[in-house]
């Protein structure tokens, strides 16, 4: 694969943070006698909070605004991004991998930088990525391609030449519309929409030990040939 640029997605893509985040929804729910949904957490887990949070009022008929409810959603998850969240097996050494070769690395994701930037300096990868981007810079979530063509913008290198790592359906979809390259990360709470993950990207991964690498002639990953 030729690439010049990664973009990755922090939440089930990098970050080991998926079950923290159904520990907080569910809580968040419960607290309020509301039921716990099968489909919630992978409904709201592209959205930014803004739009998770008016995403809940609309679902659950509540009279709560969005900045009171995601109020509350950080203030449950910034102890535990600080603390406790890793990277995910192996992600460590693909990005150093990436960076050995000249390849620019971005973060795109839909947290806000009071839980990202505590969570990369405990991971001791801050320093790693040469921009930093979350959708709470530009004015949609990941349903389309903005904040992946900010961080393009920010590492100076065109769409194109860019691939995107995320788990979940929308990123890939919006970043193949911005005719960048895009990698499927499996993740559990997407394995609803993996078959279709799987049919629109360049490749999917199982394992960050099988991730692609540019100008390598890499044929498969994890268990998925590339497309």
């Given at each position: 694969?030729?690439?010049?640029?990664?973009?990755?997605?922090?939440?089930?893509?990098?970050?080991?943070?998926?079950?923290?985040?159904?520990?907080?929804?569910?809580?968040?729910?419960?607290?309020?006698?509301?039921?716990?949904?099968?489909?919630?957490?992978?409904?709201?887990?592209?959205?930014?909070?803004?739009?998770?949070?008016?995403?809940?009022?609309?679902?659950?008929?509540?009279?709560?605004?969005?900045?009171?409810?995601?109020?509350?959603?950080?203030?449950?998850?910034?102890?535990?991004?600080?603390?406790?969240?890793?990277?995910?097996?192996?992600?460590?050494?693909?990005?150093?991998?990436?960076?050995?070769?000249?390849?620019?690395?971005?973060?795109?994701?839909?947290?806000?930088?009071?839980?990202?930037?505590?969570?990369?300096?405990?991971?001791?990868?801050?320093?790693?990525?040469?921009?930093l981007c979350s959708t709470d810079e530009v004015l949609r979530g990941?349903?389309?391609?903005?904040?992946?063509?900010?961080?393009?913008?920010?590492?100076?290198?065109?769409?194109?030449?860019?691939?995107?790592?995320?788990?979940?359906?929308?990123?890939?979809?919006?970043?193949?519309?911005?005719?960048?390259?895009?990698?499927?990360?499996?993740?559990?709470?997407?394995?609803?929409?993996?078959?279709?993950?799987?049919?629109?990207?360049?490749?999917?991964?199982?394992?960050?030990?099988?991730?692609p690498l540019p100008d390598r002639g890499n044929r498969y990953v994890?268990?998925?040939?590339?497309?």
């Amino acid at each position: 694969m030729n690439f010049e640029a990664a973009i990755f997605d922090l939440d089930g893509t990098l970050l080991n943070s998926m079950d923290m985040w159904e520990h907080i929804d569910i809580s968040f729910l419960k607290k309020r006698n509301l039921p716990v949904l099968g489909n919630y957490v992978t409904e709201i887990c592209a959205r930014s909070f803004e739009e998770a949070a008016q995403y809940t009022i609309d679902l659950f008929g509540l009279s709560e605004d969005t900045e009171n409810i995601v109020k509350e959603w950080n203030d449950m998850a910034v102890y535990e991004y600080a603390h406790n969240v890793r990277l995910l097996p192996h992600a460590l050494d693909y990005l150093l991998r990436l960076k050995a070769t000249g390849i620019k690395l971005a973060v795109a994701t839909g947290l806000p930088e009071k839980l990202y930037i505590p969570c990369l300096k405990n991971n001791d990868v801050l320093e790693v990525f040469d921009a930093l981007c979350s959708t709470d810079e530009v004015l949609r979530g990941k349903e389309y391609s903005d904040v992946f063509e900010l961080a393009a913008y920010k590492v100076g290198v065109q769409p194109k030449h860019c691939i995107v790592f995320d788990d979940v359906l929308p990123a890939i979809k919006s970043a193949k519309r911005a005719g960048m390259l895009a990698c499927g990360v499996y993740d559990k709470y997407s394995e609803h929409h993996r078959i279709e993950i799987e049919s629109l990207a360049d490749c999917y991964l199982f394992d960050w030990r099988y991730a692609p690498l540019p100008d390598r002639g890499n044929r498969y990953v994890g268990n998925v040939g590339l497309i």
